[in-house]
């Protein structure tokens, strides 16, 4: 789904349009952040590329918001009061700087919704057992999310559940949070994996909208 790794600009259109024909979208329909694994969120009202931001928002319908994934994970966002969508692409980075709970706070804030209004749905990114991470992660995140190596200064990284409590801090009723029971890595057969692969490989994409 992106020609970061060489694809050809072609065969990733045509793979994009097989996939979105199933909802009814179309290419030119689709926001796309650019990725950069930091805080930035854009509140957006067509479709288009979006520089120097991981999380997009809209209200408006016929406009759909992708991420782009390998083993970061794609969080999508929904109110159940009006239209309202968000995309949030958060790996262990976009956690670190809680880019989901800037996202949820941002679109209470801006939009006048309760968050106990908003779902919220966990895709498909690394497992916490194929989450491995170095002795720094201990200042990063909570010993909660960590699960040590024996033997070892390094851990196992449980980014759902991270996202997840997130979600729930952020006033989500925990019936309304989604995780999916998949891993990139492990699940060979269904997704890319960048750790995985050895950094060459594809990507999955995620899209959340509104339709008309």
């Known amino acids: 789904m992106s020609t ?12 994009r349009q097989e996939f ?3 909802f009814s979208i179309d290419e030119a329909q689709l926001a796309q952040p650019i990725q950069i694994s930091r805080a930035g969120i854009e509140i957006i009202h067509r479709p ?7 999380a ?3 209200e408006q319908t016929d406009v759909y918001l992708s991420i782009l994934t390998a083993d970061c994970t794609p ?20 956690s ?3 880019i989901l709970g800037h996202t949820i706070r941002e679109m209470m804030h801006a939009f006048n919704v309760s968050p106990a209004s908003l779902s919220m749905v966990i895709g498909p990114g690394l497992s916490q057992d ?5 002795p720094e992660f201990s200042e990063k995140f909570k010993p909660e999310y960590l699960r040590m190596i024996p033997d070892s200064d390094h851990s196992y990284f449980n980014n759902n559940q991270h996202l997840m409590d997130t979600g729930v801090k952020h006033g989500i009723p925990v019936e309304q949070i989604e995780v999916m029971p998949f891993c990139s890595y ?6 890319f994996s960048h750790r995985r692969d050895k950094e060459i490989t594809g990507r999955m994409m995620s899209v959340i909208g509104i339709h008309s």
């Open 4 to 15: 970061s790794k060489g694809d050809s600009a072609e065969n990733v259109h045509a793979n």
């Open 20 to 22: 979105l024909n199933e």
């Open 48 to 54: 288009g590329k979006y520089a120097e931001c991981d």
């Open 56 to 58: 997009l928002i809209t």
């Open 75 to 94: 969080v999508l966002i929904w109110s159940e009061d009006r239209p309202l969508v968000a995309a949030v692409h958060s790996g262990w980075q976009g």
């Open 96 to 98: 670190e700087l809680d």
């Open 130 to 134: 194929n989450f491995e991470v170095g």
């Open 186 to 191: 492990r699940d060979q057969d269904l997704f």
